[in-house]
């Protein structure tokens, strides 16, 4: 994945506050950010936040607190600089031009996006990973492109340089294009086959596993399908769509392990990975699985549903599954707080009660890896996967 030999890059983190999102969810999505950064392999030095009610145009956050950073970055000789939001191209030309380190050397400067497609293109493994992430790569750098590649050497690699950009011949506007016409082209051989491969799959009933990156669906993939499908506590640890044949009871079923949803996923990367959200799209059945011990996981709840109904997918018939029930934690009031509550006062069972049982959905509470409350969500996958074959297969009611 990522060469350990070398000296790990060190980074800064930079938000905005502004009114759709204030100080405390500027925390949040800065975690998100440093999470995707030390998945990357970067280490964070420090965090700016700045809080501005549009950014600047030309250089996202103001004069001063770009004075801040770069200041720090000349002191630290900070390697990256990375930005929570998309950068539009001439903000990244004039950061670029206006960082620098103590030796006059300047800085890799990446956005949001870039930090997740160069994740993408570290954990690809298959050829079908590997296209899409090219493809949308490739399709996010196309306009990025002038002038880009004349204050950067791409050559050195690192953090924000796996995959496409590394030849200087690509950094031809029409070489570009024609790569991105061969890669669509592969793709649409690979979702041809890849059609097949479902077609080939017989009549079983299809349920696929959805939710936030790194929520637990490959533990409970491993646990439903007693595979060794890879699981691991970095985001995006599943890019390739895993299917297995599972059995509860007598019924048999495939279940299928997609790829994590995230805030500002990048567009590029939902059009790329057409083929993986097939299975998604092609699902009898949604297991949306929800990490509840995140403090966000509301937030995380409402980005799946957005990114399930722009795909699509978002009339499917869905067991909500609340994972990580042995990490959750509440903070408990004192009789003399006056305060009003918060979601962070609330105890696991006081939740239980809130909007949660107004679900129309099927809502279960979990611990994969703790193995808690696994038979009743058996039960529950079960009951909803009968009732999808006795639809398809009236006839066969005698085997249940």
Same mark, same amino acid.
């Not at 999505?29 to 700016?48: M, N, P, Q, V």
């Not at 279940?255 to 959200?277: A, C, H, M, Q, Y």
């Not at 408990?332 to 959905?361: A, G, H, R, V």
């Given at each position: ?10 980074a800064?983190l930079?938000?905005?506050?502004n009114?759709?999102q ?12 440093d ?9 964070i030095?420090k965090?700016f ?6 950014p ?6 103001g ?16 390697d990256?600089?990375i930005?929570?939001? *998309?950068?539009? =191209? ?13 030796k006059?050397?300047k ?5 949001r996006? +870039? ?7 570290a ?9 899409q ?9 196309l =306009? ?10 791409r ?10 950009? *590394?030849?200087?011949?690509? +950094? ?7 790569r ?8 649409t051989i690979?979702?041809?086959q890849?059609?097949?491969q ?6 079983l ?7 936030y990156?790194?929520v637990g ?5 491993n646990?439903?399908?007693?595979s ?14 895993t ?8 019924? =048999?079923?495939?279940?299928s392990?997609t790829?994590g949803?995230i805030?500002?996923l ?10 993986t959200?097939? *299975?998604?799209r092609?699902a ?8 509840i ?18 795909i ?12 990580k ?9 004192e009789?003399?707080?006056l305060?009003p509550?918060?979601k ?23 611990s994969?890896?703790g193995?808690?409350?696994?038979? *009743?969500?058996?039960?529950v ?11 398809r297969?009236?006839y066969n009611k005698f085997l249940?």
């Amino acid at each position: 994945m990522f060469d350990t030999s070398k000296k790990q890059e060190t980074a800064v983190l930079v938000g905005l506050i502004n009114k759709s999102q204030d100080d405390e969810k500027v925390n949040e999505y800065l975690d998100e950010l440093d999470f995707l950064a030390d998945t990357a392999g970067a280490k964070i030095l420090k965090r700016f936040k700045q809080r501005l009610e549009h950014p600047d145009s030309r250089t996202f956050v103001g004069s001063g607190k770009l004075n801040d950073i770069r200041v720090f970055v000349k002191e630290n000789a900070v390697d990256i600089v990375i930005f929570d939001d *998309e950068l539009s =191209p001439a903000q990244q030309r004039n950061l670029e031009k206006e960082i620098k380190t103590d030796k006059d050397q300047k800085v890799k400067v990446l956005d949001r996006t +870039t930090l997740i497609l160069d994740i993408f293109a570290a954990r690809a493994r298959t050829a079908h990973a590997k296209t899409q992430v090219e493809l949308a790569q490739y399709q996010y750098l196309l =306009p990025r492109l002038t002038k880009m590649w004349s204050h950067h050497d791409r050559i050195k690699g690192g953090i924000g340089m796996k995959g496409a950009g *590394e030849k200087e011949i690509e +950094t031809d506007r029409r070489i570009v294009r024609d790569r991105i016409a061969l890669l669509k082209e592969r793709l649409t051989i690979i979702d041809k086959q890849m059609e097949t491969q479902r077609k080939s799959r017989g009549e079983l009933i299809r349920v696929a596993l959805v939710g936030y990156t790194n929520v637990g669906k490959s533990t409970i993939m491993n646990m439903l399908s007693k595979s060794e499908v890879f699981a691991e506590n970095k985001l995006f640890a599943t890019l390739d769509t895993t299917v297995r044949k599972v059995v509860i009871e007598n019924l =048999p079923f495939l279940l299928s392990d997609t790829v994590g949803f995230i805030r500002k996923l990048p567009t590029t990367l939902v059009e790329s990975f057409k083929s993986t959200l097939d *299975e998604v799209r092609e699902a009898d059945i949604l297991v949306h699985v929800v990490d509840i011990s995140h403090v966000g996981f509301e937030d995380q709840i409402n980005v799946v549903n957005q990114t399930l109904s722009d795909i699509g997918a978002g009339d499917k018939t869905t067991i909500l599954v609340f994972n990580k029930i042995d990490a959750f934690t509440f903070e408990e009031k004192e009789e003399d707080d006056l305060t009003p509550i918060t979601k962070k006062n609330l105890s696991l069972e006081q939740l239980k009660k809130s909007w949660m049982n107004t679900l129309n959905s099927p809502c279960v509470f979990i611990s994969a890896a703790g193995k808690q409350n696994i038979e *009743e969500f058996k039960k529950v996958l079960y009951e909803n996967i009968k009732e999808q074959h006795e639809k398809r297969y009236p006839y066969n009611k005698f085997l249940y």
